[in-house]
């Protein structure tokens, strides 16, 4: 029994390890197979900095890297940075002549080149306030005006309103519109308009840092909310005065339609149409200060009135003495109309009359009314 019971036993420790062996190359033929998948899947990776669509991104040419020492090819120049020549600039004396500065806003827009046509037919000039994305959308317009005599003004990039904006948000939108107007003509604006004339301490401030006045308007057509050239016509030709800045915007058909009959309307009344920066001209505008229109020259001084003569006692002419007529007296032929008689020496009390000085204002808002 116990032979028996040891047979049995050892034949029974023989399957087992036979079958342990088994076990155990099996698990070695299952951990060879697992180490091949392993190896393949490693293999097989695609490079990370592959595109999974090879086909979609592989250039069409092999990409040349730049050689040690090698020159860099030079950039290709960007169109529009080719400054624009501006006819010369005119030598209009606001302070005698009766100036008028239209300005039109927004733009430019397509519709923009029927005015510059207008303008043109009308040798007048004017002042286009743009905005930074329509610049980058139609440089050629930008171009265009500034070569037939126009000046141009930075409006903001996108017409934000930047009195309710923050530090950032204006230094942006007046930052890029500067850029914008500088690739397309080849350099930046000197004026800067506010949208809706919204503008604050911190507006006036950028805007002193970019060196831009902040040009606003005396006359208001109103053209962005009636859109009737009528309308429009008869109030720009009615609010029209001397110095005035008036507000027109490009972007709307019927504010160009009524350009024609307002140059027609207003040059029969004496105005000349000039530039912003032409009407001030002789006057230093300060960057960030505000300018509606621009101030009438002051009235002359009243003249200086003589002292009055010392009465010394007249000694009566002895008989016989010749008489002394004055010039012009009763007798003596005097200079004809409308020729000025050559002036006598002023009195000795009298101050030397010196001609008028214009004094610009502090605030140019004073001016107002
Ligand atoms: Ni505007």
Redesign the pocket.
Known sequence: MLFGGLSSGGAKVSEMTEAVIGAVNRNRAMVAVALLVCVWLTVMQPDPEVPATAHAAAPTTPAKRPQAGATSPSPKPKTGLVPVVAPPRRNIDCTVVKCIALTF??GPMPGTAKLLNTLAAHKARATF?VVGVNVAAYPDLVRRAVAEGHEIGN?SWS?ADLGRSSKGKVRSEIGRTQDAVRRAIGRPPDLFRP??GSTDGQVAAIARQNGLPQIIWSVDTFDWRDRNSRVVERRAVREAHRGAIILM?DIHRTSVSAVPHILEALARKGYVFVTVSELYSGQTLSPGTKYRHRCPPPPPPPPAVPAAPTVTPSVAPSPGTPSVTPPGAAGTPSAPAGVLAAPSAAPPSAPPSSPPVEQPPADAEECEG
């Open positions: 806003d927004d306030f409006h017409h949208p809706y915007h």
